[in-house]
């Protein structure tokens, strides 16, 4: 009884056309005689002679199976296939002249994707300036953020799943990492717009002691406030932590809500916000450094492109 299904057809008898060895020249010079229809306008174009043009060609032909131009016509004249395989050209062409133009923009930082971490407070001062600056010199490079805490942003790095971090404050020493400190900026202190303390024009740190707080997480390090309480327990100053938030805008809102001060960089505090006084601190005693890190062999061109404009344009707002 026959079989109700042919047997699969063995390798050896599939179609050898299946494997074609073509170049970019053959695609090259095809596309030239099919825009000329004419060899020896089309070697001149290629600046190449036309028997050599011609055999490569007929090669063409030989490796497709197929007759691409009808040659005893004048002018020539592509055939139905010929036809087809121009638009086919066309595309593969386009495509590679494309894709090498992207690759050279990605190597030179002036394509791709650039992915930023940063805490919460690095926001302020000039980074979102200089971000801005960033993308109208490299308009092609996506940018995609990340908010972090700062003890998440050496593990984010390592991870690759960013490629920069701004870290306030820096990130603790980490040999596959180079960290740059960008600013040391000295806190405020903000109250509610009721407080005894609000109407001065500078606080002691003694005038802190005892006083209603909120504050972020001490831990995990490193932590701002980490910084503020280790500052404050050397000069043997207590605070009364009555709330601890994770953002900076939630403070501000308890702040505001008269639920305890808080501490923040004297940019944020530049900003008027309602109901809110933001004090300087005599001596600039706490402060709140800034940094950028980047894995150290990152060759990302787009980090690098990034790292001269911190140079320029970060500093520290005027008292």
Not at 101 to 128: C, H, T, V, W
């Amino acid at each position: 009884m026959p079989a109700l299904y042919p047997k699969a057809a063995s390798p050896s008898l599939l179609p050898s056309d299946c494997e074609h060895r073509l170049e970019l020249r053959h695609l090259r010079y095809f596309k030239a005689v099919a825009e000329e229809l004419n060899f020896t306008r089309a070697a001149e174009k290629l600046h190449m002679a036309q028997p050599p043009l011609s055999q490569q060609i007929m090669q063409l032909e030989s490796e497709l199976g197929v007759t691409l131009l009808e040659r005893h016509t004048r002018p020539l004249r592509l055939t139905e296939a010929g036809e087809q395989f121009l638009l086919r050209v066309n595309l593969i062409l386009s495509d590679i002249t494309s894709s090498v133009r992207d690759i050279k923009g990605i190597a030179e930082g002036k394509q791709g994707r650039l992915a930023i971490g940063f805490a919460g407070s690095a926001m302020y001062n000039k980074l979102p300036e200089i971000l801005g600056m960033f993308q109208q010199c490299y308009p092609a490079v996506e940018l995609t953020f990340k908010e972090l805490l700062a003890a998440d942003i050496a593990s984010a790095l390592m991870a690759r799943t960013i490629d920069i971090g701004f870290s306030r404050p820096p990130i603790n020493e980490t040999p596959a990492l180079q960290q740059k400190l960008l600013l040391n900026e000295p806190l405020v202190v903000a109250l509610p717009s009721a407080h005894p303390l609000a109407t001065r024009t500078c606080i002691t740190l003694a005038n802190l002691d005892g006083q209603k707080t909120v504050l972020y997480p001490r831990y995990p390090l490193p932590s701002l406030t980490d910084l503020i309480l280790n500052t404050l327990e050397a000069a043997t100053i207590r605070l009364d932590i009555v709330q601890q938030v994770e953002n900076l805008q939630a403070a501000l809102g308890l702040t505001r809500a008269g639920v305890g001060l808080t501490f923040v960089p004297q940019s944020v505090g530049a900003e008027p916000r309602q109901g809110i006084a933001f004090i300087p601190i005599e001596g600039d005693l706490l402060c709140s450094p800034m940094s950028v890190a980047w894995l150290e062999e990152n060759s990302m061109a787009a980090v690098h492109n990034l790292l001269p404009m911190l140079d320029l344009t970060v500093t520290v707002p005027s008292a």
